[in-house]
């Protein structure tokens, strides 16, 4: 079991910067796959970024490459995404996923249904 927390949302302009954190509870933090989801009023729930129970293998959608980074601090129980050059349309309520993976060089998969373990969400409004 693991329990996730997500803080860092608010109000930006657009071209400003926001880093959301992960915290998550228990003591296999890196034995778990993690990822950044986002939802946008009236839209599907999607994949933002992947990262590995090492940190070391990562995998970013299209809307995010250049913008945004994930990373993690095992040793805090931490995942991050550092969000730059924001836009408007990345306004949502952002989530944070886990999934307990076989090998902890394995990203998690693309789908909601991948995760197991989700966090409350925070919220990223962007201003133009």
């Known amino acids: 079991q693991v329990q996730l927390v997500e803080s860092g949302g608010g109000l930006v302009q657009a071209g400003g910067s926001l880093r959301l954190s992960c915290a998550a509870s228990?003591?296999?933090?890196?034995?778990?796959?993690m990822s950044w989801f986002r939802q946008a009023p009236g839209k599907e729930r999607e994949i933002v970024a992947r990262?590995?129970?090492?940190?070391?293998?990562?995998e970013y959608e299209d809307s995010a490459k250049g913008r945004l980074t994930i990373s993690r601090d095992n040793a805090k129980n931490t995942m991050y995404l550092q969000m730059n050059s924001l836009k408007p349309e990345d306004t949502a309520v952002y989530y944070c996923?886990?999934?307990?993976?076989?090998?902890?060089?394995?990203?998690?998969?693309?789908?909601?249904?991948?995760?197991?373990?989700w966090g409350q969400g925070t919220q990223v409004t962007v201003s133009s």
């Open positions: 228990g003591r296999t933090f890196s034995t778990y796959a």
């Open positions: 996923a886990a999934v307990r993976m076989a090998l902890n060089d394995a990203r998690g998969g693309r789908r909601v249904e991948d995760y197991d373990y």
């Open positions: 990262i590995s129970g090492t940190g070391g293998n990562t």
